[in-house]
């Protein structure tokens, strides 16, 4: 009777345990759960590190590289630095900036400037022509030797005409002038608008005449000692707009 008792507890047992029989594998650990913020799904430009905004098509990214790559000047044999543009709060500036230190000649040499002359591009070309073209021929045919140098203003300077408190601003301001007060020879000595300009029969003045009448046909401002006071030491070369269409000269 206890035997059949132990087989029928056995075999209920054995009925109920799935495992019976079988090995028993210990019990997986417990997830943890993850970390807050990374239960989302992921999508894609939020989790990953954020990304530098693109540029727009044809555009550097960086404004002040932009701002002067989108106007590379192009002057041959003309020595310069280009900069970044002049910006001010009182009008004073202009984009496509150039540093011009000296000119070259087809024969190689080179016309220098005392110290870099800041002014537009577009200006500094009317310059170099002026110089090749007008320049040194004159100083060849009235002095038999050629000009090395030019003694000029730094260009630039943010300032209204003539030095006035208010006014119109100066073409200086917009990086559309120049002043030249001398002329070095190549011998060493120097043609200075001041001293030479009161003998027009010199050679010296000769000179000075022929390239101030040169310069009136490529520049729309032209004024020397012959035009004010303000004047009588130098010659202000521009090419500001006069005029309604801009075609009104002024050579004085």
């Known amino acids: ?11 209920l047992f054995a009925a109920f345990s799935p495992a019976f029989g079988k090995e028993v ?8 759960p993850l970390a807050p913020g990374t239960q989302d799904r992921f999508v894609e430009g939020v989790d990953l590190p954020r990304k530098k905004p693109d540029a727009e098509p044809g555009k550097p990214a960086d404004p002040m590289i932009q701002r002067v790559t989108e106007q590379i000047c ?12 002049i910006e001010t ?3 004073c500036g202009f984009e496509n900036v150039v540093a011009v230190t000296k000119v070259g000649l087809k024969s190689g040499d080179e016309i220098s400037f005392p110290g870099p002359v800041m002014i537009t591009c577009e200006f500094a070309r009317v310059v170099a022509d002026w110089i090749r073209q007008d320049v040194l021929p004159a100083a060849r045919n009235e002095l038999g030797m050629d000009v090395t140098g030019l003694l000029t203003g730094p260009g630039y300077q943010c300032r209204r005409r003539d030095n006035l408190p208010d006014g119109k601003l100066s073409e200086h301001a917009l990086g559309k002038a120049v002043d030249v007060s001398g002329f070095r020879l190549a011998n060493g000595d120097v043609i200075s608008v001041m001293k030479d300009w009161p003998e027009p029969e010199t050679a010296p003045g000769k000179f000075l005449r022929a390239v101030h009448a040169a310069a009136c046909k490529r520049f729309t401002t032209v004024l020397g000692p012959d035009a004010d006071p303000n004047h009588e030491a130098h010659f202000h070369l521009d090419t500001g707009c006069h005029g309604k269409d801009c075609t009104y000269l002024i050579c004085q």
Request: glycine share 2%.
């Open 89 to 91: 709060d009182n009008g």
């Open 1 to 11: 009777m206890q035997a059949l008792i132990f087989l029928l507890c056995f075999s």
């Open 74 to 85: 192009n002057l041959p044999s003309v020595t310069f630095v280009q900069r970044v543009p």
């Open 25 to 32: 594998s210990p019990p997986a650990p417990s997830s943890k």
